[in-house]
């Protein structure tokens, strides 16, 4: 075999082998995540308001960078206008039982992977069952966190797959809410289009208890998430009843919200979108709607 002829077999070989690394190890943290933890807590505000939200967005999984980067100014502009105390962290070590007392809300803004210890997430389960309030956006809901308790009682949904090709669509989402909710509807639109990463679920919430508040209209959407030559059996959605945003009342009043929209950084610039999201975090955290 000539030189050149073998140079450009090694350099192929070699660039496969870095793709397949590649694509390897981000499968990898997609479905797993890494495992970073924190063991010293962040010290806290010595002052804090009558209202106080935890913002977590710790990516240990697949991180939403440019969402997360767009919700932190947004949710502060939201703390600002409800004199609320919003504490931004990535530090897991802050889910100790002293600190979590100290909010009324834990909001998890596209947080993915195993991103607590053991003990941590024993706190954080100890928070809500003792009546605390939680709100997850988007990446929250994905299959990487690997904890059954949060799916069956945080979540509602086990996560199967988001379409691929194209990625980001315009959807049309319906509000399922009447005058017998719990949840504040009025002012929320129905018929809404928007974009978003459409996140596909294997079960249904409603199944678990939880209460829908916006349904996706796939009728014109692609919602398969095969990927060629590795992953060929995505090809489904939801069908008719599609749930995208639902809530539930916990045992010992403990609330939990989640909206499955929230991919892209300019859902937060979205007055509807952010609307919802305060009437998300105002509900969890007691301030509006009831449990009765």
């Given amino acids: 075999?000539?030189?050149?002829?073998?140079?450009?077999?090694?350099?192929?070989?070699g660039l496969l082998l870095i793709g397949v690394l590649f694509i390897g190890s981000f499968i990898y943290r997609v479905q797993y995540g890494l495992p970073f933890y924190e063991s010293n807590p962040p010290t806290l505000p010595t002052e804090m308001k009558d209202f106080s939200v935890l913002l977590f967005s710790k990516t240990n999984g697949f991180p939403h960078t440019e969402a997360i980067e767009a919700a932190l100014p947004a949710f502060k502009k939201m703390a600002q206008k409800n004199d609320w105390t919003l504490y931004p962290?990535?530090?897991?070590?802050?889910?100790?039982?002293?600190q979590?007392?100290?909010?009324?809300?834990?909001?998890?803004?596209?947080a993915t992977g195993r991103n607590l210890t053991d003990e941590q997430r024993k706190a954080f389960r100890a928070y809500i069952e003792g009546g605390g309030g939680?709100?997850?956006i988007h990446g929250t809901g994905d299959a990487s966190h690997h904890w059954d308790w949060y799916y069956e009682n945080?979540?509602?949904a086990h996560f199967s797959h988001h379409p691929l090709n194209p990625q980001i669509q315009a959807g049309t989402i319906n509000l399922e809410c009447d005058s017998m909710s719990n949840y504040p509807c009025m002012g929320l639109p129905n018929?809404?289009?928007?974009?978003?990463?459409?996140?596909?679920?294997?079960?249904?919430?409603?199944e678990k208890g939880f209460t829908v508040l916006y349904t996706l209209d796939e009728s014109d959407l692609v919602m398969s998430g095969n990927i060629p030559l590795l992953v060929d059996d995505k090809d489904f959605g939801m069908g008719a009843d599609h749930p995208i945003v639902w809530y539930k009342c916990l045992p010992n009043n403990g609330r939990t919200f989640y909206s499955a929209m929230g991919h892209t950084g300019a859902s937060f610039s979205e007055p509807m979108n952010l609307d919802l999201l305060e009437r998300g975090i105002k509900w969890a955290g007691k301030t509006i709607g009831s449990c009765e």
């Fill in 100 to 110: 979590l007392a100290k909010f009324d809300v834990v909001l998890w803004s596209n």
């Fill in 1 to 13: 075999m000539k030189k050149p002829v073998k140079y450009f077999l090694y350099g192929f070989l």
């Fill in 154 to 156: 945080l979540i509602g």
């Fill in 191 to 206: 018929n809404t289009k928007r974009s978003d990463e459409w996140y596909v679920f294997t079960d249904n919430p409603r």
């Fill in 134 to 136: 939680f709100v997850g």
């Fill in 89 to 98: 962290t990535n530090n897991g070590a802050v889910f100790n039982s002293a």
